[in-house]
DNA sequence: GAGAAAGTAAACAAGT
DNA sequence: GACTTGTTTACTTTCT
């Protein structure tokens, strides 16, 4: 018997269980492990999630456009007659914006529902559709104001130089810029967060690549050491990106600490920062620079320690100086940078899917067909690959969504449903304000077709099992049922989590099993459930309120504060959970466990209850049986259950006053 | 690093 | 005897 069901196990864990530990260790390799440091490893090790992505590229472009504006600055000018006018080219994207946030895109998954999500994402896709167009407008318009400069001096100038030539060349670079200008504003639109302004858009997106070929990328390199006065000029007048951080200064990336905050830029201003620049005016904090961060250079690669600016820009220019070496660093992170467009337009039309989703109604069937184009760089476990009968290969971030293509995708599924198939350190949603009940409801169908773990515990499952039936009880094989019913994960690897949604039963005082005729059932005691659970999410005040500072979207902080408390009211838009007086009731949580707060409402009975209405509304049941029938073994808590004020004789409860988990 | 919580595996008993 | 249900223990992993 028991071996069978060991071998069972066996056989049926591909991805799971046995093999789970070391699974769910490895897939986040790249990102993140199931928790916080995880998702910091995560982004130290690369992955990038789409958000940072977009800023990652929107930095690029703005590089190659800084470049751009170089080599036409240096190179097609004429150093004396143009020198002195230098227009001002302001830059106003603001780099801050795009600079990484300190929370996770897990935890922001965590934090936010699907439509905050997506709010937030439109946000930000429109401030800097906006910034991005405003700067290049402003670079068209200097490019062309270049132009006419240079026509203007090649009629003053005898024709030394083919002047033909270098119109031809600025030209072309001025048709590039236009087209990186499209290709941003595509991208966005190909997310479809953002439209694009009508007339624009025309060009292929297959122009970027062209746009800064690494021949060009040399030449720029020579040409702006070759123009160091220009370059001076330049950027005391604004050109460096870094200054505009003013522009967002609740963006600014110096409040947010961690490694990435840092995003090396890859481009030739690192030659242009002298000490006299960082003394300028601007509000650039004093010793910053894109390629100096945490006391060392970082220049791909370098990583050397410096103790102050200074001593950096001595080791820019010596060790990063123009050369063959820097130049074909450059071509790789040009490389690295396209790859990441390419991945971040994908992995975008994925969001897009899975935001598309999220406001599906929860009954709404959807069909297993249509497989995203995806990105096959992302890694799969087995299990996920096992997946998916279209036999690509998707990214581990969705092991869940692609699933149930395009229109699946949990509301906030965790990092932990984002990256492991396998077993979850949960908490995760009760943690992060997103109580099951609410999770279920709108992601019922989601959880249903995709194989995903969803990232609840057993208890909450068994609980939320029970208490979605009308009498409250359940046998356990009905328990067995509801997670089948409702998880296509556990339609798998049975022998496993029948075990231990047994041992969760038998474990947990909070389940209580009630005799009855037919057998037995399992009834919860919401005393004991709220008991057994920490009276605060430790950690998650802070957490929440780093993570949502640490956003960086500062302006947007009051209405995601807002969005996150409505993530505590999750039955709010649940079709089948509604109870509008929670909210109020919850307003004043503030900083405590969200959900197990909410939920701590409801077992006090006393105020607002919530969560599924039947849950709280009717009295408990026994089946069929009289409840003294159950006097012997457990008679316990229905009445517990219902009252929610334990006078709970059970050898279980007795143990209340003890350390819950004595068994261990 | 300690402790708690949770997941997994397994042994075992009792009942059907 | 096979299977299910239930309990318990041990161990590991994750998180605080």
New binding site residues.
Partial sequence: ???????E??RS?PS???????L??QP?GGG???????AASGEANGEMSPVELLHFQQQQALQVARQFLLQQATGLSSPSSNEGKQPAVQVPVSVAMMSPQMITPQQMQQILSPPQLQALLQQQQAIMLQQLQEYYKKQQEQLHLQLLTQQQAGKQQPKEQPLGNKQLAFQQQLLQMQQLQQQHLLNLQRQGLVSLPPGQGTVPLQTLPQAVCPSDLQQLWKEVTAAQPVEDSIKQEGLDLTTNTSNSTSFSAAKVSPPISHHPLPNGQSTMHTPRRDSSSHEETPGSHPLYGHGECKWPGCETLCEDLGQFVKHLNTEHALDDRSTAQCRVQMQVVQQLEIQLAKESERLQAMMAHLHMRPSEPKPFSQPLNLVSSATLSKSTSDTFPDGLPHPPTSATAPITPLRQGPSVIS??TLH?V???????S??FCTPISSELAQNHEFYKNADV?PP??????IRQAILETPDRQL??????NWFTRMFAYFRR?T??????V???????KC?V?VENVK????TVDEHEYQK???P?????PT?VKNMISGLGYGALNASYQAALAESSFPLLNSPTMINTSSASGMLHVGHDDVSSTVEQVNSNGSNSPRLSPQQYSHPVHVKEEPAEAEDDS?PVSLLATTNQNVTIADD?DLEEEL???D??
């Fill in positions: 018997m028991m071996v069978e069901s060991a071998s196990t066996i864990t799971g269980q046995n093999g789970v530990s070391s769910t260790n986040d993140g492990g199931g928790g916080r440091e995880g990092s932990s492991n396998g077993p979850i350190r949960r908490r995760n009760e943690k773990r609840f515990t057993y208890a909450s499952l046998t356990l094989n009905e328990i067995y690897n022998a496993t989590w029948k075990n231990a047994r041992h969760n039963l038998s474990l947990h389940f099993r057998g037995a059932v399992w057994r659970r920490p605060k999410m430790t950690g998650s957490l457990r279980r350390p819950v988990e068994l261990s």
